[in-house]
């Protein structure tokens, strides 16, 4: 058990880089094994979920290495179809491997990753791509099993656009004779950034970022090299961080076209916001305005991922923060913790209402959640006293190193076992 040390009412100053996106790296290094080949990999952050996805691909039979941000994957060794439970249920999105195995090996068999702490997150969607591209998928004993030595191009009718079924879609694609189109697919840059790899890698395919991605073929190279985007989500807790504490900040390595919603609310919050294509800078209010209502959408809508610590941000904001959560069912836990710094949040159903309070005081919290970790530590950054979140290693499965970088903005952030 990790415990954060949060001393809060200092506002944070300075200037840091963005780490590299976890929900770009994940996929990317399922889509390593696609053909043998040598991955190079650069800015890749160093997490939790990263290390476990590691671990896969050596249990697959692959080499992979990571030295200071910098990821070395040989798959060329790859020797097995299968990833047991002890693997997968560590990590929601190692279904990705499903599609990459299928493409490789032409039948993969994965014990089936179950609900979460953000509630049931089913995987018939990309279930039901694999099987519009011609795999016989099974499921067996809490295993999916998936075979399809002859994939035929197709059209796949997204109903949702699920990112996670987008990218196993495109992946499985990969290995079908023909032409392939994703409909409704989801767009967000890490689904661009996926592209952007795949096509290093020998894949034709277009249209990443739209609704509509069509993969044509698919000759591997040898060899790939890719940088990893930056995290919009990491991108957005460190403004919020810097918001609720009433700081001035300045992210280096950032995309701020790809967090625009969330920018627009610190904006509407009151907070004085400067964008170049790299960099964002952010000045704080004394003390924030409740920004208009916020609903969680499908990119390019507000990413449910930054909800949690947008709301954190928001708890001494002047008047009613009202929050929708249209993606996750459960995705309000982190609310109960924050009403323990004094916080007036109320849920009834999928909404949320923040009313600000002058003053939150520290109190011990549980992080139940990436996110919602993430958020407790937003507020306990604006709550007076010092703040102790027990966190069973979330925190890390996202951000690397968050402490490191909230001190280097000046905050007094400990984490002892
Ligand atoms: C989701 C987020 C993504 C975020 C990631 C990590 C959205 C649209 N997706 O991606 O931005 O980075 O979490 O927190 O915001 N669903 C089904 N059947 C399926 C797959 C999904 O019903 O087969 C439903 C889920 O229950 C959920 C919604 O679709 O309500 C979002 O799922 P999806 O985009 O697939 O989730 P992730 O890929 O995990």
Not at 309 to 316: G, I
Request: proline share 6%; glycine share 10%; net charge neutral.
């Amino acid at each position: 058990m990790m415990i954060w040390h949060v001393r809060g009412g200092i506002p944070l100053r300075g200037t840091i880089p963005v780490q590299g996106s976890k929900n770009a790296v994940l996929p990317i290094l399922a889509a390593s094994i696609l053909a043998p080949c040598e991955t190079t990999l650069t800015g890749v952050p160093n997490l939790r979920d990263v290390g476990i996805t590691l671990r896969i691909l050596r249990h697959l039979g692959c080499a992979a290495e990571m030295n200071d941000h910098v990821m070395y994957i040989d798959s060329r060794p790859l020797s097995r179809c299968d990833i047991p439970h002890s693997l997968m249920r560590e990590l929601r999105s190692s279904v990705i491997f499903l599609g990459a195995i299928l493409c490789r090996c032409g039948e993969a068999r994965l014990s089936l990753p179950g609900g979460c702490e953000l509630g049931p997150r089913p995987v018939d969607l990309h279930l039901d791509a694999l099987r519009a591209l011609g795999a016989d998928v099974t499921e067996q004993g809490g295993d999916i099993i998936a075979k399809g030595g002859h994939l035929t191009g197709t059209r796949i009718l997204l109903p949702f656009p699920s990112v996670g079924a987008t990218e196993n879609a495109m992946l499985a694609a990969c290995a079908a004779k023909g032409e392939t189109t994703i409909l409704g697919a989801a767009r967000e840059p890490e689904i661009v950034d996926l592209q952007r790899y795949l096509r290093r890698l020998g894949a034709d395919l277009t249209g990443a970022g739209t609704a509509e991605i069509t993969v044509r073929g698919f000759h591997p190279k040898a060899h790939a090299a890719h940088q990893i985007l930056p995290d919009r989500i990491a991108a957005a807790t460190l403004l919020c961080a810097a918001a609720a504490s009433g700081g001035e900040i300045s992210l280096t390595n950032a995309n701020p076209s790809h967090f625009l919603t969330v920018l627009d609310s610190l904006s509407e919050a009151g907070c004085d916001i400067i964008t170049r294509s790299d960099t964002v800078s952010l000045h704080a209010p004394r003390r924030l305005t409740a920004p208009r209502p916020i609903v969680t959408r499908p990119y390019p809508g507000f990413p449910t991922d930054a909800q949690p610590p947008l709301m954190a941000a928001c708890l001494k904001a002047k008047g009613t923060t009202v929050f929708t959560e249209n993606i996750f069912q459960n995705r309000y836990r982190h609310a109960a913790e924050l009403r323990r710094l004094g916080a007036e949040v109320s849920i009834e159903g999928r909404v949320a209402y923040i009313t600000g309070v002058e003053r939150l005081t520290a109190a011990p919290l549980t992080a139940g959640d990436l996110r919602g970790g993430a958020a407790m530590i937003v507020a306990a950054l604006s709550a007076e006293g010092e703040t102790e979140i027990f966190d069973e290693d979330h925190i890390s499965r996202g951000y690397d190193r968050l402490d490191q970088q909230l001190n280097a903005l000046g905050a007094e952030v400990r984490c002892t076992y």
